[in-house]
């Protein structure tokens, strides 16, 4: 499971076909995330290389996105903290499951003096949008858990998925995640034991089985849960420390 976005990543990888390939070279090179280009370029390089993408010029697939995620980070270095909040809308608009796209959010509405209330507002929009998408839900109920907030809301999010899709391993994970938050280790444990009958290998639940039975003084089975985690996806603890997610 690949919880966050690969900001870090060459963002244009695309295949540049020879129509548009001397575009992107000269216009959108710099639509990456590098302290040591200036901000300025990389905000303009991304607008252009969305543009040429609207336009045409390339299959909109994952660029714009992460474009839009890219040059978000290069607004928050400039203090453009507004315009950082509307480019993440626009990743959220096509990935709604974004936990850094959230955090983000988050971060720049409490730099703008804005209520930490109002990214939760803006997910509890998309969930009476589809009210009866088990992804929506789901996706609701774990990125609350992921921000540590709203948690019981955050379990009914869950709740309301799982009557719909009894069966899913996610509804199952994001679950045990918010009742790890909220200091429900047996239930969390319980759940993370449903999501890994489904799938066996499953990071995220393997993670946080593995904290939660640490917390609980099960340290071998703790420990063994982790490492299992770290073999099918060796930066799992560190991208759940981007959240305060740690042992």
């Given amino acids: 499971m690949k919880l966050l976005l690969p900001v870090l990543a060459a963002l244009i990888g695309f295949a540049a076909t020879p129509a548009h390939a001397q575009y992107d070279r000269d216009h959108i090179a710099d639509c990456v995330q590098d ?77 703008l003096g804005e209520s930490p209330a109002l990214p939760m507002q803006m997910l509890d929009a998309f969930v009476k949008k589809t009210p009866k998408n088990e992804y929506v839900l789901r996706t609701a109920c774990r990125i609350r858990g992921m921000l540590n907030q709203q948690l019981d809301v955050a379990v009914a999010n869950c709740d309301d998925a799982l009557r719909i899709a009894p069966k899913d391993e996610w509804g199952y994970y994001s679950r045990c995640l918010v009742r790890y938050r909220k200091g429900d280790l047996a239930l969390a444990i319980g759940d993370c034991d449903e999501a890994l009958r489904i799938d066996p290998k499953f990071d995220g639940a393997l993670y946080i089985r593995g904290l939660a039975n640490l917390h609980m003084g099960q340290t071998d089975l703790g420990n063994a849960d982790i490492a299992a985690a770290k073999t099918a996806y060796p930066k799992v603890a560190e991208e759940y420390a981007m959240f305060g997610i740690r042992p």
């Fill in 35 to 111: 302290d040591k280009v200036p901000a300025e370029n990389i905000v303009r390089a991304c607008e252009n290389g969305i543009a040429s993408r609207v336009a045409g010029q390339g299959g909109l697939d994952e660029y714009v996105p992460q474009a839009y995620l890219t040059m978000a980070v290069a607004q928050e270095r400039l203090g453009k903290y507004k315009d950082a909040q509307a480019s993440l809308v626009e990743v959220l608009k096509k990935q709604l499951g974004s936990a850094v796209a959230w955090a983000k959010f988050a971060e720049d509405s409490a730099k």
